[in-house]
């Protein structure tokens, strides 16, 4: 009969934390939201334009997976120029004008508690 309860009780604690563990990747994936921007190269900037209804939030901008940039925040229909040379591989290498900036992404926060994303091959 102990052996019964145990299992019982066992069943429900596993049920309980799959069902958790199952809501909070189900909010996390529905708190993403895929950003309409664009992006293109003009020179030595990569010019970043937010056609949202919304401003975007500490965004993080990766040029190439590998030189990145923080703390931006981009208001909703504005445009912004960003010189190549203020990407950082680490705080003491910025990306140098002889690499090309093949892609772009950025990560950021929305008013809203969700987070944005957007990707972009640069032309």
């Not at 309860?5 to 708190?31: D, K, P």
């Not at 895929?34 to 209804?53: K, Y």
């Not at 401003?55 to 901008?61: A, E, P, V």
Request: some cysteine; charged content about 20%.
């Amino acid at each position: 009969m102990k052996t019964k309860i145990a299992y019982l009780v066992s069943f429900a604690i596993i049920g309980t934390l799959i069902f958790f563990i199952y809501r909070s990747y189900s909010n996390e994936n529905n708190s993403m939201v895929q950003l309409h921007a664009s992006a293109h190269l003009e020179g030595h900037h990569i010019v970043i334009a937010n056609q949202d209804s919304f401003d975007y939030l500490n965004m993080q901008l990766t040029v190439n997976e590998y030189y990145k940039i923080t703390g931006y925040n981009l208001k909703s229909d504005e445009t912004c120029s960003i010189g190549q040379v203020e990407f950082f591989l680490n705080p003491r290498r910025r990306m140098p004008l002889n690499v090309k900036p093949v892609k772009l992404s950025i990560w950021c926060n929305l008013y809203n508690g969700k987070k944005g994303y957007f990707t972009a091959d640069l032309k």
